[in-house]
């Protein structure tokens, strides 16, 4: 019996865990991991994507983060700024692409995503699960396959997604995926959909 008493107070909790919200800010002079609140925060979104766990959600604060590699996002997590897209820019510089997200469930929110290159498909986002991304601006991104701007099955909602391109398939803007109340404008193709293939 006792034996029994242990083990079920053991799965609960497991089921009690909660979601922990986590930070980013370029600026933070001293990050400590697993930054848990704004005067630890990490001075990278890959950092904090890293520390994170599925359910978590990542507070990113203003600024510019200049990127030289990909944030790969490999855990359902939640990436949202603190004060919209406008003032919160994740810029790849053409190094590469600028997200990878690989498992389902992940959330962009807020955010611009801009100058990202990808030798083959998705220059700015690769989605090889579902994800949702709102209120983001995708721009400026570049793919030599296809879409220049995101590829893969991503919900959007309330994006601009402008100027990307696909040189050598299809979806200039997105490919593949569901855009709701988006604005989606001087994107360009090779073959088909300058803004937007399949869907």
Known sequence: MKRLIVTGMGIALCFSASAVER???LNNPAPVAPYTDWTSAAPDIQSAVDAASAGDV???TNGTYYLT???SVSKAVT???VNGPEVTVVDAQQYGRVFNLTASGVVLD?????NGYASGNGGGIYCSSSATITNCVISGN???GSGGGVYGSASFSDCTISDNTAAGGSGGGLYSGNAANCFIANNSASQSGGG???G
């Open 69 to 71: 590699s990909q944030i």
């Open 196 to 198: 937007l293939y399949g």
């Open 58 to 60: 990542i507070w990113v």
């Open 142 to 144: 570049n793919a030599t």
């Open 79 to 81: 990436i949202q700024s």
């Open 23 to 25: 930070y980013v800010d």
């Open 110 to 114: 807020g955010l611009t995503v801009m």
